[in-house]
């Protein structure tokens, strides 16, 4: 039984692996609960807002590349980093169409391809420190 269900747990790590290194979920601006709390949400709402508006674009992304001896996919760490620039002007109360139509076309720009059974040698390092503090301490 728990081999069958073994290869369900992959979407769920990867879905860690975005939060911890793309999104950069630990990375907080300040040391209260509070900013700590608006920190997590909105990089969590960044990242959904994000996967959201790339899955029409992958569809599209998709039929595209059909030709191709690869299909594309949406870079979504690319995405990403726009996201964290306009997700504030998205927000705002001005018109969103033109800050939507330049990321749909982003997404179509920067795809990459998806290579199936590739798989590189791991390379033990010594850890570094994450992050580092973006505030400035008290003296």
């Known amino acids: 039984m728990f081999k069958d269900s073994y290869q369900h747990r992959w ?6 692996k975005v939060l911890k290194l793309r999104v950069e979920v630990e990375n907080w601006s300040g ?5 700590i709390y608006q920190d997590f949400h909105a990089k969590v709402f ?5 996967a959201i508006l790339a899955q029409p ?21 690319h995405l990403l980093s726009k996201m964290k620039d306009t997700v504030v002007l998205l927000l705002r109360r001005t018109p969103i169409a ?7 076309q982003i997404m179509l720009r920067t795809v990459e ?3 199936p059974g590739r798989k590189y040698p791991r390379h033990k390092t010594a850890k570094r420190k994450r ?6 301490p008290l003296h």
């Open 98 to 104: 033109d800050i939507l139509a330049s990321l749909w």
């Open 113 to 115: 391809p998806i290579r």
């Open 11 to 16: 979407p769920v790590k990867e879905d860690y």
């Open 57 to 77: 674009a992958q569809a599209v992304v998709a039929q595209q590349s059909q030709a191709k001896q690869y299909t594309d996919q949406v870079n979504f760490a």
């Open 46 to 50: 960044t990242a959904t807002l994000t």
């Open 131 to 136: 992050f580092a503090m973006t505030y400035k």
């Open 31 to 35: 040391k209260s609960p509070l900013s």
